[in-house]
């Protein structure tokens, strides 16, 4: 949403915004006001319950989220500064957001709109595995992706090798791997019948260049694609970042603001992530000019989002989001377990129901924790994103989504800190067809055969 | 009486108090290898509490900051005491995160728990060359380079300063640990390194217990 006129004069912040030493900045200004603001706004976690349904304390999370931005603002560790926002330039940010994109290009573009707590419109359903993945499996791994139904936009896993070479950041083996990714996604695409589908790419560029070097809208990104950008863990930039935000914003592509809050970290418990969602989705939206946000916030040391001091802040921060704005914002399931266990599927419909429920769209699904090569599948995607549909097409209400996810918890919290790593792509799919394995189908209709009985409601 | 009170003013990441007692204690007769294990001893503890998310980063942050400052407040009297001085220094490290990296809070963690655990700890920050971990290693005559890493992309940094201490005749000079999240001991042993620290909890003893091993 971002102007120009916007753009520099936030730009122009990081090189004359209030100074301050980075090892100051998150122990002296970001934890304090966190903590100052939980309290001064009286947020406290319930263990007990995964899907409150206070509506003032959906409000309180939002004023604390809001209060935290203002006052903490991002602070870019090449300048030294805080870029910092008024009252009255966050508000006409949020003014501004049309609360809807078209995304994708032809018969393959979506409307992508806010959704409300309770909504029965179906969340705005992103794929992805999140991983890094083998060369000679990433074209295989796109397609196996792209062939899903509910598919609204994919994100592809990233390389990790081009042309037999490790890629390493910045260099030229990473604009060769970020040209590579490209290529498969669009004839992937294009092989499956969608040609015009919505990308978020490449994951494979983590540094500016690679990620300039395929703007293109014959072969690369296209200006209906997006990129996304991240902010450092927590609430700070850089300008490889920031040269991201103003090329995207040249180039006219979407942007999303990529962010991690951490439970146990600066963030504090529960409540602090709580709070940082909704801040960053400011952020986001105010300082990279991101028509959505993209959160994965996780914990400290599984590094998923599946237990219940994880589901707690999504749940709240999604409420207090769909309640006082129109932005949009995927959450994105980080699970323990890996593919073909039981396990990762539990996980990734309950991260899926808890997140749709309180108004999030959805981006499925980091299996093992994001940690392996070639540990994630379409089909635990499939199934949080067929549970997305049906929560919402039946009116699930929170009261009876916290029941399921309690019921959920109960078979997997246990083994968090051990969950079962699972199989590797090509163990659970056939790689020439990109279809999955009669073992691994048969695993994941059993489990949704089990959500059915659960109540969840399934289409088809 | 003061010990226990340090004690629990470190556990409670009480600076000013921990501060006060400390400066008392230096005007009364120690057992300085005493006072030091129990000081270490308690760090431990809250570095297990931290382990647990019994406690967050801040607490931990703030409990490292005050052992620091007490170290500081204590060290002349402390160094007096072989046993003492033994106790903390369990090995120098230059640490920091690799080259075109910019993300830090697990090394930051790594730094707070083996400096709260008797290492002394040379922190290069993040986005560091490989050729920067060797010199400062060679400057600080360091025991260990421990580089983390969180992306895929930048995990070869790691190798590339494993290649580059072979490549100048240095490789058994210094005990190379790795870690950050897409980082496992698969990716340690191709690449040569010495250790792998799956969390930033588990580095003071895998490392305490790498340099006691007989090379």
């Known amino acids: 949403m971002s102007t120009p006129y916007r753009l520099w004069e936030i730009q122009k912040r990081s090189n004359d915004g209030p100074q301050c030493d980075e090892d100051d900045f998150l122990p002296k200004i970001f934890t304090p006001k966190l903590k100052q603001v939980v309290k001064k706004y009286g947020i406290q976690w319930d263990r007990k319950t995964v899907l409150p ?73 992103i794929f992805s595995p999140d991983c890094t993945c083998s060369e000679e499996l990433h074209y295989s791994m796109c397609v196996a992706f792209l062939k899903e139904p509910l598919l609204d936009g994919f994100c592809a896993p990233i390389l990790e090798d081009t042309m037999g070479m490790k890629i390493r950041s910045a260099s030229p083996f990473e604009i060769n791997g970020c040209t590579q990714h490209i290529y498969n996604l669009r004839l992937a695409a294009k092989q499956v019948g969608r040609p015009g589908v919505f990308f978020v790419a490449v994951g494979t560029a983590e540094h500016d260049t690679g990620q300039i070097a395929v703007s293109n809208n014959e072969w690369g990104v296209r200006t209906t694609d997006s990129r996304i950008i991240g902010t450092l863990t927590e609430f700070k930039t850089a300008d490889t970042l920031l040269n991201r935000v103003v090329h995207c914003a040249q180039y006219g592509c979407y942007v999303g603001n990529l962010t991690g809050p951490i439970y146990g970290g600066w963030c504090g418990g529960a409540e602090g992530v709580a709070v940082t969602l909704v801040a960053y989705s400011l952020n986001g939206l105010c300082i990279y000019g991101a028509v959505y946000n993209q959160h994965f916030p996780f914990h400290l040391n599984w590094g998923s989002n599946t237990t219940r001091e994880l589901l707690w802040p999504i749940a709240v921060a999604g409420q207090a989001l769909g309640r006082n704005s129109r932005l949009l914002y995927t959450s994105n399931g980080f699970s323990n377990a890996g593919p073909m266990t039981e396990m990762v599927f539990y996980e990734t419909a309950c991260h899926a129901l808890v997140s749709t429920v309180t108004s999030w769209d959805l981006w499925e699904m980091a299996s093992a924790r994001n940690k392996y090569r070639n540990r ?60 999955p394995t009669q073992e691994h189908f048969d695993m994941y209709r059993r489990v949704k055969d089990e959500l059915a009985n659960m109540g969840v409601t399934f289409p088809y | 009486m003061s010990l226990e009170r340090l004690c629990q003013a470190l556990e409670e990441g009480a600076q000013e108090e921990a501060e006060r007692i400390a400066k008392d204690l230096l005007n009364q007769k120690i057992d300085s290898k005493a006072t030091v294990d129990r000081l270490v001893a308690t760090m431990q503890k809250v570095g297990d509490r931290f382990a647990r998310l019994e406690i967050f980063l801040p607490e931990m942050m703030m409990s490292g900051q005050t052992m620091a400052s007490v170290m500081q407040i204590l060290g002349p009297k402390i160094s007096q005491s072989a046993g003492a001085a033994a106790a903390l220094m369990k090995g120098k490290v230059v640490l920091g995160t690799v080259k075109g990296d910019l993300h830090e809070i697990g090394k930051n963690i790594v730094k707070l728990m083996l400096e709260a655990t008797g290492f002394e700890v040379k922190d290069l ?91």
């Open chain 1, 53 to 125: 349904t206070d509506e003032d304390l959906a409000d309180r999370v939002w004023l604390a989220g809001w209060e935290l931005f203002r006052d903490v603002g991002l602070y870019n560790t090449d300048t030294h500064r805080m870029i910092r926002l008024s009252d009255a330039e966050i508000k006409e940010a949020l003014y501004m957001h049309p609360g809807q994109y078209w995304v994708g290009a032809g018969k393959d573009a979506v409307l992508w709109k806010h959704r409300q707590i309770e909504d029965r419109n179906p969340p705005f359903c």
């Open chain 1, 376 to 435: 994630a599948t379409p089909l635990e995607a499939r199934l949080g994103m067929e549970v997305g549909h049906a929560v919402a097409q039946q009116g699930m209400t929170r009261q009876e989504a916290n029941d399921i996810a309690l019921k959920l918890l109960a078979k997997y919290e246990h083994m968090a800190a051990n969950a079962p790593m699972g199989k590797e792509y090509q163990e659970c799919y056939d790689v020439p067809t990109a279809l």
């Open chain 2, 125 to 215: 920050g993040y986005d560091v060359d490989p050729l920067a971990f060797i010199k400062e290693a060679e400057a600080l005559k360091a025991d260990f380079i421990a580089a983390s890493a969180l992306m895929t992309t930048t995990m070869p940094h790691q190798k590339e300063i494993i290649d580059l201490l072979k490549d100048k005749g240095l490789r058994g000079k210094y005990k190379v640990v790795i870690g950050g999240a897409p980082t496992t001991q698969e990716w340690a042993e191709k690449i040569g390194a010495d250790l792998y620290c799956y969390d930033a909890g588990s580095a003071p003893r895998l490392m305490a217990q790498l340099i006691a091993k007989p090379s």
